[in-house]
């Protein structure tokens, strides 16, 4: 069975920074791209960031290019988005999501499992 | 960017009836070299993550039941379910990825049991 496994959220200051993990397991997690997805009850659901199986191509959304930061370790099975300078309306549940692979193409498509999510709120 | 707009914002449907979302992108998310729409859904059930229900508009995901239908071409879609049942219960989201990135979501549709 596909298992992802967010960690890493909790309480942070605006202005500070939050490193997130999500653990992949039950699947090679080399043969495929990632994303992560935020969801907030007033914007709904939003893509945030993908990275393709080697790392060498991640795209970002506008809200938070230059701020985030994703990436991988395939041998250790595990993604990360770094998080800095973040703002109030980054509060939000985070999600890793895999990527249906479409050979050849690397971009984002759509996402065939979801882990649980981690919470970040961020207030002082 | 392609913005995904869904109707109704809320429904409420009788156990056993036929359940309909809409769902509509800003530009057409049909490409015409492969006749395919880039067009996924999602079932999002009380604290769950979202789930794939279908993608290239039409495809059931492995595992879904088959009450369970979308179609539509271009920029309207349709999710359908043919005879709601008590676990349907959940909010469910159209999602294009047709022009990636950005991936974007529609806001989401509730549906609940009258």
């Known amino acids: 069975d596909v298992h992802l496994v967010e960690s890493g959220g909790g309480l942070v200051q605006p202005g500070g920074s939050l490193r997130l993990s999500c653990a992949a397991s039950?699947?090679?997690?080399?043969?495929?791209?990632m994303n992560w997805v935020r969801q907030t009850p007033g914007k709904g659901v939003e893509w945030l960031s993908y990275i393709s199986y080697s790392g060498s191509t991640t795209y970002y959304a506008d809200s938070v290019k230059g701020r985030f930061t994703i990436s991988r370790d395939n041998a250790k099975d595990s993604l990360f988005l770094q998080m800095n300078n973040l703002r109030a309306e980054d509060t939000a549940v985070y999600y890793c999501?895999?990527?249906?692979?479409?050979?050849?193409?690397?971009?984002?498509?759509?996402?065939?499992?979801w882990g649980q999510g981690t919470l970040v709120t961020v207030s002082s | 960017d392609i913005v995904m707009t869904q109707s109704p914002d809320s429904l409420a449907v009788s156990l056993g009836e036929r359940a309909t979302i809409n769902c509509k992108s800003s530009?057409?998310?049909?490409?015409?070299?492969?006749?395919?729409?880039?067009l996924a859904w999602y079932q999002q059930k009380p604290g769950q993550p979202p789930k794939l229900l279908i993608y290239w508009a039409s495809t059931r995901e492995s595992g879904v039941p088959d009450r369970f239908s979308g179609s539509g071409s271009g920029t309207d879609f349709t999710l359908t379910i043919s005879s709601l049942q008590a676990e349907d219960v959940a909010v469910y989201y159209c999602?294009?990825?047709?022009?990636?990135?950005?991936?974007?979501f529609g806001p989401g549709t509730k549906v609940e049991i009258k």
């Open positions: 039950g699947f090679t997690f080399s043969d495929y791209e």
């Open positions: 999602q294009q990825y047709y022009s990636t990135p950005p991936i974007s």
């Open positions: 530009q057409s998310v049909l490409y015409s070299s492969n006749n395919k729409n880039y």
């Open positions: 999501a895999r990527d249906r692979p479409v050979p050849g193409i690397h971009r984002p498509f759509y996402f065939d499992s």
